[in-house]
């Protein structure tokens, strides 16, 4: 089973930017299209970005021309580069592969956006 490690969350004021990590436990996780997820308080969980095996990054449109995702995959890694950060990108932040899940998911990275 695929274990995920989300970081690199924290407090940053809008405008600001931040770079999150997920690391997973297996070569596995190199097979698939990979994806960021977002929570926010009293919301579903959503698909803020994926990147497939070939490097192609697709978007939300709320998060379009802000956040950039990228993968190493020597490394097990998939980032989430955030810019000009909001207060409406408050919520924690998973990993996961994409569609779906690899059965479970991590504890996930608080990301709060605040003046």
């Known amino acids: 089973q695929v274990q995920l490690v989300e970081s690199g969350g924290g407090l940053v004021q809008p405008g600001g930017s931040l770079r999150l990590s997920c690391v997973g436990t297996?070569?596995?996780?190199?097979?698939?299209?990979m994806g960021w997820y977002r929570q926010a308080p009293g919301k579903q969980r959503e698909l803020v970005a994926s990147?497939?095996?070939?490097?192609?990054?697709n978007y939300a449109d709320s998060v379009k021309g802000r956040f950039t995702i990228s993968r190493d995959t020597s490394k097990n890694t998939v980032y989430l580069q955030m810019n000009s950060l909001q207060p409406e990108d408050t919520a924690v932040y998973y990993c996961n592969k994409y569609p779906g899940s690899f059965g479970s998911w991590g504890q996930g990275t608080q990301v709060t956006v605040s003046s």
């Open positions: 990147i497939t095996i070939n490097h192609v990054g």
């Open positions: 297996s070569s596995i996780f190199s097979r698939y299209t």
